[in-house]
């Protein structure tokens, strides 16, 4: 219906000579009129035609066309309007009036007085209405007998709770009437931002919603992912059941990653900014498991020697204290990572040494250490010295096994934990830190 109209608006612009015509264009105005009145959308406006309207409205022209009343609605949020004055001469007993306001309205949703003023008329609208009286917009009709509340001091909150049995955000709108124009709204971005807040609703349901957002891949979204982000990430980590929080916590990775990019590096940090510390901090743990597992993974599946098990269990009580992470993999190892299920997180190439090997390096502290994949040393730097080596596309062998390293270990005696000792020892002589025990780390 909307593309019919806009057929005719196209038809409306065109500068056709009488002779030719084959209807007047007085014709083409009664047929849109009459589309107008029952299609559920509100009126197309160009940007042209709403400065247009909103000049003649600054200059004191209150001469006006039908067309120029019905699109009224869409200057009003102009600091320079007088919400007073326009609605004197808007007429909302008219569909077409009320629809396109309440578009303004669900568009433009925020906490200004405004708005509020905006929402009072708008319930005032089917108010005034007789009880009997019957509207040709279905939208209209199923807003004022189940959506009357959009316009009530509670709208966000009562908004929210709809998500919580509702399949899609698709089945919201369509409980209140409201096509899928409205669905990147700020009104519904507003509700999407409280529904993510409540702890009184399950995080499965809010994930759920949040995939479901996600799949969109629209940057109106953005700042309701961010703010998902700040409500969400916090409680996956309080989930008290390992096994059902780290299902969860793959989805928010994939999507967290996908959506606002590597809070460490790149060009899409900045989309971080707007996340809380608390989240932030979480999430780089995260990544910092992942990077892990996903390394641990393709030495599992490449390295001959078996003693990467006890390399794993000894890193993996030093999690909570990891701060950054980077892997890079040869290209063999390239392979395994995508057979394996590398499917989130970038990492770096690997030049030199063999092409089953890879890298893991990680940050504590002011260090960085190194993991080699088959059986090379552990390595530590200090982090200014080699801090560009986190998010870099790739890395030579030699710059690893060359750069001065503030000390060096091998991965000796693994069973009676010869080098686990030292190595601790030595991480708690200049960090000041322990391994967590398996009952303090949290474990999946």
Not at 156 to 178: K, M, P, Q
Request: net charge neutral; hydrophobic share 40%; charged share 30%.
């Amino acid at each position: 219906m909307s593309e019919l109209l806009q057929t005719i608006k196209n038809l409306r612009e065109l500068n056709l000579r009488p002779p030719r015509q084959s209807f007047a264009l007085t014709e083409i105005e009664k047929i849109r009129a009459e589309l107008e009145k029952i299609v559920d959308e509100p009126s197309a406006v160009t940007a042209v035609e709403r400065e247009a309207l909103l000049e003649k409205w600054l200059d004191g022209d209150r001469y006006f066309s039908r067309r120029e009343i019905k699109n009224l609605p869409f200057i009003v949020y102009d600091d320079r309007v007088s919400l007073t004055e326009i609605f004197e001469v808007m007429d909302l007993s008219k569909e077409i009036q009320l629809k396109n306001l309440i578009a303004v309205y669900f568009s433009n949703y925020d906490g200004s007085e405004k708005t509020m003023r905006l929402r009072h008329r708008i319930g005032l609208a089917f108010v005034e209405k007789p009880t009997d009286y019957k509207y040709r917009s279905k939208m209209l009709a199923r807003i004022r007998s189940e959506g009357l509340f959009l316009f009530d001091d509670d709208c966000i909150e009562r908004t929210a709770r709809l998500f919580i049995n509702a399949s899609t955000v698709e089945d919201v709108l369509s409980s209140l009437g409201l096509s899928n124009y409205f669905k990147g709204s700020n009104f519904i971005c507003w509700a999407l931002k409280k529904f993510w807040g409540s702890f009184e609703i399950d995080i499965n349901r809010r994930v759920a919603v949040l995939c479901e957002i996600a799949e969109a891949s629209d940057d109106k979204y953005i700042d309701v992912i961010q703010s998902a982000a700040n409500d969400i990430i916090p409680d996956v980590d309080l989930m008290n059941t390992p096994s059902k929080r780290a299902a969860v916590k793959e989805k928010c990775l994939e999507i967290f990653y996908r959506e606002l990019g590597d809070p460490r590096f790149g060009s899409l940090t900045y989309r971080w900014d707007k996340v809380s510390p608390r989240a932030l901090e979480i999430f780089l743990h995260w990544i910092a498991e992942s990077d892990l597992d996903l390394f641990f993974k393709i030495i599992d599946r490449a390295a001959v020697d078996r003693m990467w098990r006890y390399r794993k269990n000894f890193w993996a009580n030093y999690l909570p204290y990891i701060s950054n992470t980077w892997v890079f993999l040869g290209k063999d190892a390239q392979r395994i990572a995508k057979h394996v299920g590398d499917k989130v997180l970038y990492h770096g190439k690997l030049v030199g040494g063999g092409s089953d090997q890879s890298v893991l390096v990680f940050r504590i502290g002011a260090y960085v250490f190194i993991e080699w994949s088959h059986n090379g040393k552990l390595r530590v730097y200090y982090y200014d010295d080699v801090k560009d080596w986190f998010g870099a596309k790739e890395i030579k062998r030699n710059n690893i096994v060359y750069s001065f390293a503030v000390r060096e270990w091998v991965h000796s005696s693994p069973l009676t934990y010869t080098w686990q000792t030292k190595v601790g020892d030595w991480i708690f002589s200049r960090c000041g830190l322990r391994a967590a025990s398996d009952d303090e780390r949290d474990l999946d």
